[in-house]
């Protein structure tokens, strides 16, 4: 199975990342969402993003343009039903990836492969709505996607080898390295950061330490670039509530409860980065400011 052409669903932080690698790795890409604005703002940062991998002198100006000229975008989900692999990058809730199956049934050969980017939800459950469970995978890229090296490959319990395959070659041809992991909630690698997320934002609660303490102790005390903190505003804190709901649903185990202050900044919609708030302030000139 030779994949030439990738579709993706959603134009978020996700779905522009995905794009802007398998553009630059030759494939013809085209990309739909809900939103015009979500579309826009998706090329735009594709642009400024392969704009400053030109000026690093990792790709040349011609990459940049011929990388740009394969990309398209569609608010119409049934235009990527034509491509060999799609991969589906919207919002991380399960009623809204299904729904997105359902509806591009119709429109795809039967060859075409089906994967989602989720970062929690059962790969053989969303499978099991489509017509081909065994062309199904998890196909689990990271934030910054450009950046990260490393993407999940997740077979469902009917996925093919051929399907594993073809999956793995497009990984390899996007020079970026597999894990695979099996089929349970949250993978391996949200399996275990986002439960340290959570632990963060309890220590937070608790009045142990504040959002700069948190943060420095844990990227001066465990190496780590970033702080907790700081990552779940980067990844998005409905994002990680979302991933946090399936593992306390999936494994049933009090391990797993999302704390009470990450519920309550969803409420609020200050949802990170995306919405300028979360655990730290964006929204002014200079540094964020810590909001606790
Ligand atoms: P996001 O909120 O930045 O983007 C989601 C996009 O999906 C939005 O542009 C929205 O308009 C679009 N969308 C919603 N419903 C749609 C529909 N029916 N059809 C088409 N588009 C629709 O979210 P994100 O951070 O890009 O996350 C997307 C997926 O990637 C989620 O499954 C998430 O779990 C996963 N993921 C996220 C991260 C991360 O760090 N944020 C990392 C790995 C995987």
Redesign the pocket.
């Known amino acids: 199975m030779e994949i030439e052409s990738i579709g993706i669903?959603?134009?978020?932080?996700?779905?522009?990342g995905i794009a802007h690698v398998c553009a630059l790795a030759g494939y013809d890409v085209i990309m739909?969402?809900?939103?015009q604005e979500?579309l826009d703002n998706?090329v735009a940062l594709i642009d400024r993003n392969l704009t400053r991998q030109v000026s690093r002198e990792k790709i040349s100006q011609a990459d940049k343009d011929t990388a740009m000229g394969r990309i398209s975008t569609t608010l119409t989900?049934a235009d990527i039903g034509p491509t060999d692999l799609i991969i589906?990058?919207?919002?991380?809730r399960e009623t809204?990836?299904q729904?997105?199956f359902e509806?591009l049934l119709p429109h795809i050969k039967p060859t075409t492969i089906l994967t989602?980017?989720?970062?929690?939800?059962s790969i053989t459950r969303l499978a099991s709505r489509t017509d081909r469970p065994e062309k199904f995978m998890g196909f689990?890229?990271?934030?910054p996607v450009p950046v990260m090296q490393l993407v999940e490959l997740i077979r469902g319990i009917a996925t093919d080898e051929p399907t594993f395959k073809a999956c793995k070659s497009v990984v390899d041809r996007l020079g970026k390295t597999a894990a695979t992991a099996e089929d349970f909630p949250a993978f391996i690698v949200n399996r275990i950061l986002m439960p340290m997320i959570n632990e963060a934002v309890y220590t937070l609660y608790e009045g142990v330490g504040n959002v700069t303490s948190i943060d420095m102790a844990m990227k001066l005390g465990t190496n780590h670039p970033m702080g907790p903190l700081e990552l779940a505003d980067?990844?998005?804190l409905?994002?990680c509530l979302?991933?946090m709901n399936v593992l306390h649903d999936g494994l049933a185990d009090t391990k797993y409860r999302p704390c009470p202050l990450l519920t309550k900044y969803v409420e609020a919609g200050w949802l990170g980065r995306?919405t300028d708030r979360g655990f730290y302030d964006y929204r002014g000139e200079g540094d964020p400011v810590p909001t606790r």
């Not at 989602?116 to 939800?121: P, Q, V």
Request: no cysteine.
């Open positions: 669903v959603g134009a978020g932080q996700m779905g522009n739909s969402d809900v939103s979500a998706a989900l589906e990058a919207a919002t991380e809204v990836k729904a997105i509806d989602s980017n989720t970062s929690s939800i689990h890229f990271m934030n980067f990844i998005g409905d994002t979302a991933i995306k």
